[in-house]
């Protein structure tokens, strides 16, 4: 199993930065997938990037230019960079790990850090 704990979110005025980070209790080396997911109040939780075991990233168009994410696999750590923050990233947002077993591909989720950014 994997454990995941984001931290680093909070309040910015639209325009400021916050760099989310999200620390895993195994090595990062051991999961194939790892991304970050948020879900506004009221709609759907949706992705916002991904990064491979390999360093391959992938972004939603609503965020690529402002969001980075990046990763310190001597920390089991993962980050989200957050620039040009406007007030529709406002969101929880979530940690995810995905791992194949087999045939079988687990998902780990951590609890969760809320963002809110201001008009």
């Known amino acids: 199993q994997v454990q995941l704990v984001e931290s680093g979110g909070g309040l910015v005025q639209a325009g400021g930065s916050l760099r989310l980070s999200c620390a895993a209790s195994r090595s990062l080396f051991s999961i194939n997938v790892m991304g970050w997911y948020r879900q506004p109040p009221g709609k759907q939780r949706d992705l916002v990037a991904v990064i491979t075991g390999g360093g391959s990233t992938n972004y939603a168009d609503s965020v690529k230019g402002r969001f980075t994410i990046s990763r310190d696999n001597a920390q089991n750590t993962v980050f989200l960079q957050m620039n040009s923050l406007k007030p529709e990233d406002t969101a929880v947002y979530y940690c995810?790990?995905?791992?194949?077993?087999?045939?079988?591909?687990?998902?780990?989720w951590g609890p969760g850090t809320q963002v809110t950014v201001s008009e």
């Open positions: 995810n790990a995905k791992l194949r077993d087999g045939t079988t591909w687990l998902n780990y």
